[in-house]
């Protein structure tokens, strides 16, 4: 069984910038999560999709969303990109929403 | 919200030796507790998890315990092997209704051949 796939793996953007990440779930998985992960934050919960719909939100600035699809693939969006979203953005699929999470292995976004 | 503590940030064991990590947390509403194993240049890796209404579960050399009246639950992993070595994570759901994890610290485990 595949595990969960997230594309680019990285990505070097330009301060103003946005960036669109991309993650397709375990097959039969339909909550997808996504992660921030940093070494001086750690890991922090950005949102939460399951049926296309945002069903929790971290505490991020708007600048920060995210999209389902019905085939549950997520996107996620950063719009005018900050150097402090420099970080490793991890997508994470369950069958359960929450529970038993699989990560995927992460897109790096660099911002220079 | 919650709040997930976690120690050592640093274990250094010879092959062989047990590990134990532990993490505690705030809300008492917590119900479900994952462990996540993350080597160098990849995502967290599910390793284990244990949900409230269970005291202790195996998985061959890897065990986690909860004490839900103290708000703790622990990793245990015996028999340690130089493969082990990598970042731990604890993590919880606190509100069963926002379903998201809280993460700790991370434990930087390296085991000595």
């Known amino acids: 069984k595949a595990g969960v796939t997230q594309t680019p793996r990285y990505l070097i953007k330009t301060r103003g910038q946005q960036v669109t990440l991309s993650c397709s779930p375990i097959?039969?998985?339909?909550?997808v999560s996504w992660y921030q992960q940093t070494p001086g934050q750690g890991l922090q919960f950005l949102f939460e999709?399951?049926?296309?719909?945002?069903?929790n939100k971290g505490n991020f600035p708007g600048r920060f969303s995210g999209r389902q699809f019905s085939n549950s693939r997520s996107e996620m969006n950063v719009s005018t990109l900050e150097l402090g979203d420099s970080a490793l953005y991890l997508c994470?699929?369950?069958?359960?929403?929450?529970?038993?999470?699989?990560f995927g292995p992460g897109t790096r976004l660099t911002v220079t | 919200g919650e709040n997930v503590e976690q120690h050592p940030s640093t274990l250094s064991v010879q092959e062989g030796d047990s590990a134990v990590i532990k993490c505690t947390y705030s809300d008492s509403a917590s119900n479900y507790f994952p462990w996540y194993k993350q080597e160098l240049g990849k995502g967290p890796q599910l390793i284990i998890d244990?949900?409230?209404?269970?005291g202790e579960k195996k998985d061959q050399r890897i065990a986690v315990t909860l004490n839900k009246t103290a708000k703790h639950f622990s990793l245990h992993i015996t028999e340690t092997q130089p493969e082990d070595s990598a970042v731990y994570f604890c993590?919880?759901?606190?509100?069963?209704?926002?379903?998201?994890?809280?993460f700790g610290s991370g434990t930087r485990l390296q085991v000595q051949p």
């Open positions: 993590a919880a759901i606190g509100d069963t209704g926002r379903r998201a994890l809280t």
């Open positions: 244990i949900r409230s209404n269970v």
């Open positions: 994470a699929s369950s069958r359960d929403r929450g529970y038993e999470q699989y």
């Open positions: 097959s039969g998985h339909r909550s």
């Open positions: 999709y399951f049926s296309e719909t945002q069903r």
